[in-house]
Nanobody, 122 residues
Framework: QVQLVESGGGSVQPGGSLRLSCVVS????????LGWFRQTPGKEREGVAGIDSDGTPAYVDAVKGRFTISRDNAKNTLYLQMNSLKPEDTAIYYC????????????????WGQGTQVTVSS
C-alpha cells in the first residue's frame, strides 16, 4: 500500500523559507519518480517540482531558482526547500508519486499525500 505523509508547512513572511518533507512508503524508490504539487481555492492542482529515480530534478518556471527538490531514498523521504517565498506561493502543498523511473509529465502522478498548508503573508 502506497502512503505519502507530508509535514513542514506553516506560516512565513515574504522572503522567508520553509522546508517540506514527505515520507513515502510502499514504493520501490529506485524505480519511482516523486513530485510536489500545490493547489489554491478555485484553481486546479499544479505541478511545482519533480525528481526522477536517479535524482534529476525539474521545476516549473515560477519556482526556478527559489525551490529545491531532493530525495533521500535511504530515509524514504522527499524534500522541498522553499526560499524567497512570495504571497503567491500560498497554497496546500501535496507530495505525489509516479511508479515510473523517469519524469514523464505531471498527469502521471497518481499517488497523493493529504497535503500541508503553506501561507506566505506579512
Amino acid at each position: 500500500q502506497v502512503q505519502l505523509v507530508e509535514s513542514g508547512g506553516g506560516s512565513v513572511q515574504p522572503g522567508g523559507s520553509l522546508r517540506l518533507s514527505c515520507v513515502v512508503s510502499g514504493i520501490t524508490h529506485s524505480r519511482s519518480c516523486l513530485g510536489w504539487f500545490r493547489q489554491t481555492p478555485g484553481k486546479e492542482r499544479e505541478g511545482v517540482a519533480g525528481i526522477d529515480s536517479d535524482g534529476t530534478p525539474a521545476y516549473v518556471d515560477a519556482v526556478k531558482g527559489r525551490f529545491t527538490i531532493s530525495r533521500d531514498n535511504a530515509k524514504n523521504t522527499l524534500y522541498l526547500q522553499m526560499n524567497s517565498l512570495k504571497p503567491e506561493d500560498t497554497a496546500i502543498y501535496y507530495c505525489a508519486a509516479d511508479l515510473f523511473p523517469t519524469l514523464r509529465g505531471w498527469r502521471h502522478f497518481n499517488y497523493w499525500g493529504q497535503g500541508t498548508q503553506v501561507t506566505v503573508s506579512s
